[in-house]
């Protein structure tokens, strides 16, 4: 059951997301606490721009994600064929314990940079898909559920003729 706080916390996330300007393609993924490895984030592109994109990662983490960073892969797909693939690295909180990020309370969301003035190529059925890499240190084998991960999101910001 969600506590008052926890849907204060989503309703002024929602009013900052909803008073920013939108990007040209935006979605998300919500989890219930934590992400499965087995669950990869898949995002299908449909619209297509001609101007550069600012690629962008979406995480919503709460006081139970373990760790001070977290790592990513990210495809860029289109159909079984791979066009782009990143192992990328974000830092979640600072090195006092603070968790970067927006948001009030426990939620925090942070917005991280994949690719910035990427031109997508002309394909059809072009999606991004996200998975997590995390593990526990010395140890070869990724973690089968990452705790604290409420969602996971992908938006494309158009780059203006004037930038």
Not at 92 to 97: C, F, I, T
Not at 125 to 130: A, F, G, Q, R, T
Not at 133 to 161: P, T
Request: net charge negative; hydrophobic share 40%.
């Amino acid at each position: 059951m969600l506590s008052k706080y926890s849907i204060f916390t989503v309703l002024i996330l929602g009013l900052i997301v909803a008073c920013s300007e939108p990007p040209f393609f935006m979605d998300y993924r919500n989890f219930k606490g934590e992400w499965p490895a087995s669950e990869k984030v898949v995002f299908a592109l449909n619209d297509s721009t001609d101007r550069p994109v600012n690629m962008m990662i979406y995480i919503r983490n709460n006081q139970h994600y373990p760790f001070s960073n977290l790592f990513l892969i990210a495809q860029l797909k289109t159909g079984d064929s791979l066009l782009l693939c990143d192992t990328l690295e974000y830092a979640m909180a600072k090195v006092q314990g603070q968790w970067l990020g927006k948001g009030f309370l426990e939620v925090k969301e942070s917005k991280l940079w994949w690719k910035e003035n990427y031109k997508l190529p002309r394909a059809k059925n072009l999606s991004v898909e996200l998975e997590h890499a995390s593990r526990f240190n010395g140890r070869e084998q990724g973690m089968d559920l990452l705790e604290g991960v409420l969602g996971v999101g992908f938006g494309l910001e158009e780059i203006s003729e004037d930038e």
